[in-house]
């Protein structure tokens, strides 16, 4: 059976699949298709509701993308958001004026809680507004439902036509009851019933999956995050037996991590490929001690021993990636198939010559990620592990990488998780570094020389921006009794309390 379908038309904004996003985590199912879709397309697609995305342009430019003016009259329920709204009173022969200042930032606006748009809603509202050009007169028939000082239509309304807009984005959380607006559209004007799950985005994925790839063969680099480790998942029960993971294990993960992405896919049906290539990074990283030329290296050996795995393998026809949307959207490649240049297969499908790519995962967001990972039935430590980079421990050791300190570190890390996550502390990222600096101890009745320990805990949402975590001192010194007894080499052990900015979450 068909699921209802909400339609995002997409007019440049940079938040037109958050917006998706929203009505999927409403249990309704979106699709983002370009502004210039023709009508007969949407009636094919036959959604309950359409959204005009915000967008960087003025009406008035030449070059702005416009609509059919007929989407206006074909009985379906509208939103405009930002430029939606705009385009929506020009096309319907209200008046735009176009500005240099920008509204942009968190306002107080005033709405008509009588619209069913703001149906629950007191009168002031907080939202977030982003725009220049502002609606100045309305197009006949529509009523005027929000404003704020420096826009006097925030918001209008045609409920005859169920045409609605608003200059605010009620997808962004600084809108505070953004999704409650969204609600009230897609429940009450669009009649939404709420048949979309995650399991329905699962079945069309590893359909379509089946129809693209038929029989044949797929590769897929693991590196062990989370979202490679989803996308494996997926494409092994769309495809069983057809998929080829290739594990690189650079001999810089966490303790026992690399068994642990092994065990996770022990029950599922793909060829799983580990390659053990501590060796050739570790003697390539010798004597190197400059952050950004330890990445380099280890980047380029990434793709080296990667393309040397999977020419042994014969008749792949398809590259898979685990590219999730905020990649898609750091990357650029906002509208185009472009292969992002992930850390661990930058420049791969150039050198080997694909016949196409697998980018199951490329529309969600890190949290739908892992939905759709614990319903495929992979492991909590797999699904919900925190962000790990690529370049591993390498740069988590300040100074040159050596096995020893690369033991210390890993068992200094493992001891601070394995005390947090026992806690109740929640920090977002948690982890060891070793400093390159050493300090003179006593142990016993000897004096030691040996290595400092520092750990970091952070609370973020984007990871941009980061505060460090408030540690109580109790969990801190055992962290640091565990780590100064346990590990040989280690006798000091300090806590960063430094934000980001002006410090960056790693140390390298
Ligand atoms: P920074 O240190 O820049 O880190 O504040 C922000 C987030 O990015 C991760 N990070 C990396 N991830 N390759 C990656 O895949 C890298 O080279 C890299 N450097 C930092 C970091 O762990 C944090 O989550």
Redesign the pocket.
Known sequence: MKNQTVLVLDFGGQYKELIARRVRELNIYSLVKPANISVEEIRAIDPIGIILSGGPNSVYDESSPHCDPELFNIGIPILGICYGMQLMAYTLGGKVSESNVQENGVTNIRISSSSELFKGLSDIQEVLMSHSDKVTSLPKGFNEIASSSDCPVAGMEEPGKRLYAIQFHPEVELTVNGKKILSNFLMDICGATQDYTMDDYIRTQMTSIKEKVGDKKVLLALSGGVDSAVCAALLSKAIPGQLYCVFVDHGLMRKNEGDEVEAAFRDFDLNFIRVDAEDIFLNELKGVTDPEQK?KIIGRLFIEVFNEESSKLHDIAFLAQGTIYPDVIESGANNTDNIKSH?NVGGLPKDIGFEGLIEPLRTLFKDEVRKVGTLLGLPSNIVNRQ?????GLA?RIIGEITKEKLEMVREADYIFRSELEKSDVKAD?YFAALTNIKSVGVTGDHRTYDYTISLRAVNTSD?MT?SFTEIPYDILGTVSRRIVNEIKGVNRVVYDITS?PPA???LL
């Open positions: 990445r850390h962000p790990f980079p690529g370049p740069i990222q990871f980061a980001k960056t979450i790693e």
